[in-house]
């Protein structure tokens, strides 16, 4: 089985300052990971992913994510966040090992608050 | 129209009514999903559809009925709701490459946002 733990509903942060979105995962082969976003009235959009590789991953937006597997963690992090920047951000997981089916398993979800 | 879209973006029922929800991907992709989003909750899969095909129910009431007449449209035809029905439902698409259907970098509808009275 996956699982996706994503440990807080809600960042606040201001504006400037960097942001970090914390992720972990549970899988029993090697895990396929991705962040996604939701802005208001909007559905989710694709921000990066990993697979492999080098484990600083860089996406849309300004946004990166470090894989590290000792602690099966997959933080979402911005050097300088924006107001605009302010969503909801999921991370998910596919297992690679056994296929995961047909599906990514996704977090809750964390509310991203950035302020002036 | 580009991307995904979904009709419509609010739908009020009663328990007895039937409706319908409508997904169309402009992407030329060849996978379509349903995704229930209730708050607080992980995002739940419902069905995938790959090559027009079901290829995943994950344990969802009958309903809900989902139909893919072609690879560019999506339907859940809805029936008899309960309250804990309502929530926002999501289609997504994304395209299958080979035998092996990979559901990543999904391209989200903006949802319909469903009240069960």
């Known amino acids: 089985a996956q699982s996706v733990a994503q440990p807080e509903d809600q960042v606040n942060v201001a504006e400037g300052n960097p942001l970090t979105v914390k992720c972990t995962y549970s899988v029993s082969g090697n895990p396929y990971l991705f962040w996604y976003v939701q802005y208001p009235n909007r559905g989710l959009q694709f921000l990066l992913k990993y697979i492999t590789g080098d484990n600083l991953v860089k996406g849309s937006y300004g946004f990166e994510a470090e894989f590290n597997k000792s602690q099966t963690s997959f933080h979402l992090k911005k050097p300088s966040a924006l107001v605009s920047d302010s969503a909801l951000y999921f991370c998910?997981?596919?297992?690679?090992?056994?296929?995961?089916?047909?599906?990514?398993?996704f977090g809750t979800g964390t509310q991203l608050k950035v302020e002036l | 129209e580009t991307g995904v879209t979904q009709t419509p973006r609010h739908l009020v029922m009663g328990m007895t009514n039937k409706k319908s929800l409508k997904c169309e991907q402009h992407l030329g992709h060849n996978a379509m999903y349903w995704y229930k989003q209730s708050a607080k909750k992980p995002l739940e899969l419902m069905f995938v559809?790959?090559?027009?095909?079901?290829?995943e129910n994950n344990s969802v009431p009958s309903r809900f009925s989902p139909e893919c007449p072609n690879s560019s449209h999506l339907f859940l035809h809805l029936h008899t709701l309960q309250p804990e029905d309502s929530a926002l439902y999501l289609c997504?698409?994304?395209?299958?490459?080979?035998?092996?259907?990979?559901?990543?970098?999904?391209?989200f509808g903006p949802g319909t946002r469903l009240t069960v009275l």
């Open positions: 997504a698409s994304s395209q299958q490459t080979g035998l092996v259907l990979v559901p990543d970098e999904q391209f």
């Open positions: 559809y790959s090559l027009e095909e079901r290829v």
């Open positions: 998910a997981v596919r297992d690679l090992d056994t296929g995961g089916g047909n599906k990514l398993t």
